[in-house]
């Protein structure tokens, strides 16, 4: 799990894990915030119980041996080498009971043993109390229920108020309340005296290791665990502390408390904070929020005669949180499961603060049905309305080393493609492909609604223009022209949409915006070096086969066949003898939709929605075993790697062995 291999979303299968959150039945039907939140306690519940359990098991093993060696330094200091004297003792006792402390003290009155070290044994003993005290906590404490796995500070918003009608909330864990603005800060606050709390925990457990190993010096000791925080945590220390996170809307965390946001992000304290990003201030009405879409219709961004919805471009939070440079940095939706869980556990797993910012569909704003939440979740990612992006400082310093576009479909083109089926005017089935822009998911949501109108077929002519071209003219070529999308009428015929000029401007800040996190991560470079390196490689070798051959007898050497061009020629020309392509039992497929995501080069579906192998070197060896770990039905069977000089490739070949 904490390796992010395997097919993520089953831990809701774990009781513990999908009881982290137990209701929260006050959320509008179909509340996409809901889903995000129980998605994220599953996956902290899901990361905290194995180390807990294990973490258990090395405290119950301390008690007994810091109890046994307590026992026999005690028993060091009486001497039982006079077995006359002790005879002589039990004589004595003849009629009456004799305690042990007894037999001590006479042993001791005749044979003056050395007396017991009063600090060691305040010491020792007050350690044993500390881990009986730390035992307890963890198994049962004031709850009866255990140590708790996070601590949540929940802004006033949509999720304080569909997830607490007091005293109660959805949630098996300490949950606060607070001010529009001020989660972030109190979760510093909380952070702080939680860590204190921590850190008494694994004090008493470094002291009992030492003393257990008669290594304990005081005066060598003391000082250190005198000043002992969490900046010292080992790494497994760390990873046992619950996280504690700020959770927050769009006005908790784009406007009105961004400041508090920013503060934490520029802080070494790894604080943990969830943006549920509606676009909207959906608790208090719907208004209008710096993280809406230029043209979305809300209220006080409303759609009339002169003014036409909001009319700047949509704040990037997650753009900010990367401009701190010391933050995790996710952008996820349930679009993506995968992506969005594995973000969770690198972002929980950080030293660092984390910024979690999640697309939230709100069906009442957003103008949606209430079981659409992941199906327009699915059409914001696929139109760059919200690119999925994960920011890692500890991948690298640049940000082409520390950003990573993964999840996101059709990573080279500016647009994904889709296919609308329709019926012609003879009533048969064809079918369009078109690509997904932002005006064609803006088209599917009642917010964005005011900026459309059907084009009568008698209108049709040369004027109109697909919006996607008509992007890419420039401001003369424009002139005149009218750009539009393709739809289908409630008899499923074709029809052409015409697109206002606000939607037409939020499209482009969509491309813009896509362009803009493509070269931050380094994929809008037009030169493949690492192509032409390999071109390069398997020309010479051919030269040097060719020199070598031509020194055979005529008869011996075999045909020379040139590769064919491109990329894959070199890396073909490049791979090992024995390569082995990526293979897959296509009728096992069961359509999970992972392997396509992670990487859309090699797997494809055919037409009966079963995944095959289009390209078998569209993509890193890492791409193919990450799609065999994450298919649900096993039948990706990764082969050998292609590119001997792959980055981790022994790792690699290790993760792909059961699955061959």
Known sequence: LDECIGALETLLLDKNNFGAMVCGDGSCVGCGEKTVLRLF???????MQQRVKQHLEKIDNLITGLEQHIRLQLAERVDLSDTGAISGILDSHRDSDLSLSELSDELDAEHAAEPVDTEWLRRSTGLLEQLRRLQWL????????????MGIINATGCSSVWGSTFPYNPYPFPWANHLFQDSPSMAMGVFQGHMAKMADGFRAIRQAELELTGEYNPQEHDEFFTYFDWQQFSEEEWLLCPPVVAIGGDGAMFDIGFQNLSRVLMTEMPVKIMVLDTQVYSNTGGQACTSGY???????????????????????????????????????????????????????????????????????????????????????????????????????????????????????????????????????????????????????????????????????????????????????????????????????????????????????????????????AGLDQTVDEGAIASQARAEMAQKLSAGLLSLLAPGDAPPITAPAGGAAAAGAAAAPADYEPVWIETPECQACDECTKI????FVYNDEKKAIVADARGGPFRDIVRAAEKCTASCIHPGTPFNPAEKDLEKLVRRAEKYQ
Not at 41 to 47: F, G, I, K, Q, W
Not at 139 to 147: A, C, D, F, L
Request: one cysteine or more; a negative charge; proline letters at 4%.
């Open 41 to 47: 306690t599953s996956t902290v519940t899901a990361l």
């Open 599 to 602: 990487n859309s080069r090699i």
């Open 294 to 520: 230029t043209g979305q219709v809300s209220d006080m961004a409303a759609y009339g005669k002169t003014w036409k919805g909001k009319a700047e471009i949509r704040k990037e939070l997650g753009l900010i949180g990367m401009a701190h440079r010391n933050a995790y940095v996710m952008q996820g939706s349930i679009a993506n499961v995968t992506h969005l869980l594995e973000g969770y556990i690198e972002g929980l797993n950080s030293r660092r603060p984390a910024l979690f910012s999640i697309y939230s569909a709100c069906m009442p704003e957003h103008g949606i049905g209430d079981e659409s939440a992941e199906t327009q979740s699915k059409l914001a990612v696929e139109s760059r309305a919200y690119p999925l992006f994960r920011f890692n400082p500890d991948a690298g310093t640049t940000f082409r080393e520390c950003c990573n576009l993964e999840g996101n479909p059709d990573i080279d083109a500016d647009w994904p493609s889709y296919k609308l089926k329709y019926h012609d005017a003879a009533g048969v089935e064809a079918t369009l492909d078109l690509p997904m822009t932002f005006a064609d998911f803006a088209a599917t949501e009642g917010r964005f609604l005011k900026h459309f109108r059907k084009a009568p077929p008698e209108t049709w002519n040369d004027n109109l223009a697909p919006l996607h071209e008509f992007l890419e003219m420039d401001a003369d070529e424009r002139e005149d022209r009218y750009p539009y999308i393709w739809g289908v009428d409630s008899k499923n015929r074709l029809m052409r949409i015409m697109v206002s000029e606000e939607l037409v401007r939020s499209s482009m800040d969509r491309l813009n915006y896509w362009h803009q996190l493509k070269s931050l």
């Open 138 to 149: 963890y198994r049962e404490g004031q709850t009866k229920q255990g140590r708790a796995n």
